[in-house]
């Protein structure tokens, strides 16, 4: 079975908006950044809410939240479940992460858990 490689500087577990802001404030400061979360779209439960009369869509905020997230320099990726998180002997922290092409391996220098 082929397993993805991927090192980042940070990788953010969760996209809904808390992760979606984490992902883009580390992605503004210059570190790379990928963001995962199990759900078909990132931007949790905003992408599920209801409109209210008189506000703005959920949905719309979720939409935008992600867009900031990209355009900072973030990856991020919908439909990717994390198995697992490891801190290694060495200091190295490993997360297995299983998405729709396969496992993902991602070695980061942090977890930010949302």
Do not use: K, Q, Y
């Not at 500087?9 to 992605?27: H, I, K, Q, S």
């Not at 905020?61 to 900031?68: D, F, I, W």
Request: glycine share 12%; net charge negative.
């Amino acid at each position: 079975m082929d397993v993805e490689d991927v090192s980042v500087d940070v990788l953010v577990v969760g996209a809904g908006a808390a992760g979606l802001e984490a992902a883009r404030a580390c992605a503004e400061r210059g570190l790379r950044t990928l963001a995962v979360d199990e759900e078909p779209e990132a931007g949790g439960w905003l992408r599920a809410s209801p409109p209210r009369v008189g506000e703005a869509s959920p949905r719309a905020l979720a939409e935008t939240l992600l867009v900031r997230a990209r355009e900072a320099g973030a990856e991020v990726r919908s439909r990717h479940a994390v198995l697992g998180l490891f801190d290694e002997a060495n200091g190295e922290r490993i997360a297995l992460i299983d998405g729709p092409r396969g496992l993902v391996r991602v070695r980061a220098g942090a977890w930010v858990l949302a």
